[in-house]
């Protein structure tokens, strides 16, 4: 069952120190799609380390099986759904280069999945006993308060050990719900909703849509726009900040916080009701468990899209109308056909192609997609171009006139074009590893409402421009660039 608590096991023994004998180790989130080339590409550049620009799946499965040869390796193929023995068969067959005693995990929702990737027995998780159940419940309910202090508590302990069924996520969920509940009949009332016999529905489980529903309106639309993350994506806090600011779903408070805490605060409290979660790869990154992840779809509706589960869906032109964010997964070579959908978005407000993983080797996209389309986007508040091989913005970049956010990172660009000092809605400029970035525009100074600035390894740039005393609302600055020519000194800091 979906929130059993599979991939949590499977990360347990993936980070425990039992295993540290295990080297090469990966972990590859597989999903619905079981494309043999994707995951041996994911597979072999988890294990070296390095980005690979392959196309072919027999070169690729010859670098790994050099990769991996005479290495005791330890894979985990977390959420398999195919139970096609030729693709499986496909799939392993670098694996026997491997020494013995190396392992593959698979965790799967599908017994017939478990049989057909055999030969030895499967494990099946059992639900949690009453009392397991309880204890996860009680750890996130609970947390810093006294348990026995609450009235009732055996009643609720009955009614929650009822609803969760024994899975796992279901108490996670139950009891991130709960911890913002102080008083006894809001508990009641929760545990007593009519969603709570709706599960036949939908594959949403009635705890995550009781998670949904008792959330603020702040933190629904928060939540809605994640599901524009594909599933096992890890992303940073502060990543996912930026972009709710630009897309206007943090307003300036009354009391003048800045909009910056404001995202802490919905974040953390997203995070302690556990609709995200703490990766286990990286203690700087978070993720969203499938089911989350399938709420957030099911909630979003139709203005969220990812690219390739549309293209797979086939849907028709009318359901792009509609839409207002929309992502994909890089390839490493993305020509003008994987965008002919786009000129039926016209109000799109969103453009976030995503790489999976810290890898930084450049990609590339269409020229056309630069000329021709990325014009048509009148509308975009949030554009990134992150790691594609691209020497030059085109001028009809200042035309996006309610652009809040620009990522250049990892790019080839030379400098950035005049008209970008037109973007004065800019509120986050991303710039870190534009290797080859040697001057600023000359009018940037006109960014007045900028507030994040990472020009990190941007070592070409000399001086810092002038004018950047203009920028009050500056949150960020990655490093300022000390120099003995005409630009900015330090005094413009004060500003």
Aim: net charge neutral.
């Amino acid at each position: 069952m979906g929130g059993i608590g599979k991939t949590t096991l499977a990360r347990l023994v993936y980070n425990d120190k039992e295993v540290e004998g295990f080297n090469p180790k990966a972990w590859v989130c597989v999903s619905e799609d079981f494309d043999v080339l994707k995951i041996t590409k994911a597979i072999l550049e988890s294990v070296t380390s390095s980005p690979s620009n392959l196309k072919d799946l027999n070169q690729v499965q010859i670098q790994l099986e050099k990769a991996i040869a005479g290495q005791k390796f330890l894979i985990v193929l977390d959420n398999v759904w195919s139970k096609n023995y030729g693709l499986w068969k496909t799939l392993k067959s670098p694996f026997m280069a491997g020494t013995p005693g190396s392992k593959i995990i698979v965790t799967t929702r599908s017994v017939d999945v478990a049989l057909t990737l055999g030969p030895i027995d499967y494990y099946n998780l059992e639900l949690l006993s009453d009392d397991d159940c309880w204890s996860i419940f009680e750890k996130h309910a609970f947390e810093n308060r006294d348990a026995s202090a609450h009235q009732n508590l055996e009643l609720i302990h009955a009614k929650v050990v009822e609803k969760c069924k024994g899975l796992p996520q279901a108490a996670a969920n139950l009891g991130g719900l709960l911890c913002c509940k102080q008083r006894d009949d809001e508990w009641q009332g929760i545990l007593k909703s009519r969603i709570w016999d709706l599960s036949e529905e939908s594959d949403i489980l009635p705890v995550l849509r009781l998670s949904y529903h008792h959330l603020p309106s702040h933190l629904k639309r928060c939540f809605a726009y994640s599901a524009i993350f594909p599933k096992g994506y890890e992303f940073e806090e502060m990543e996912l900040i930026l972009l709710w600011m630009a897309d206007g779903l943090i307003q300036q408070s009354e009391d003048n916080k800045q909009m910056e805490d404001l995202g802490h605060k919905y974040f953390r409290d997203l995070l302690s009701r556990s609709i995200f979660q703490k990766s286990c790869n990286n203690s700087s990154k978070f993720l969203m468990h499938d089911l989350v992840n399938d709420l957030a779809q099911w909630v979003s509706g139709e203005t969220n899209f990812r690219l390739e589960d549309e293209l797979k869906a086939n849907k028709q032109p009318e359901r792009f109308r509609r839409a207002r964010h929309s992502s994909y997964v890089c390839g490493y070579s993305d020509d003008f056909h994987k965008y002919e959908i786009f000129p039926e978005v016209e109000c799109l407000r969103t453009f976030l192609p995503m790489l999976k993983g810290d890898h930084t080797c450049a990609r590339f996209i269409s020229n056309m997609f630069l000329s021709d389309l990325l014009p048509k986007f009148k509308k975009l508040r949030v554009l990134s171009l992150k790691s594609y091989h691209i020497i030059e913005l085109p001028n009809s970049i200042g035309r996006l006139m309610h652009l809040r956010y620009l990522d250049m990172s990892n790019t080839a660009i030379r400098s950035l074009p005049e008209s970008t000092c037109s973007l004065i809605n800019l509120q986050t400029l991303l710039l870190r590893r534009c290797f080859y970035l040697m001057k600023w525009p000359s009018k940037v100074m006109n960014l007045i409402n900028l507030r994040h600035l990472d020009i990190t390894d941007v070592h070409l740039i000399k001086e810092m421009l002038l004018g950047m005393e203009e920028w009050k609302c500056l949150q960020t600055l990655s490093n300022f660039i000390v120099s003995e020519g005409s630009g900015s000194d330090l005094e413009a800091l004060k500003n």
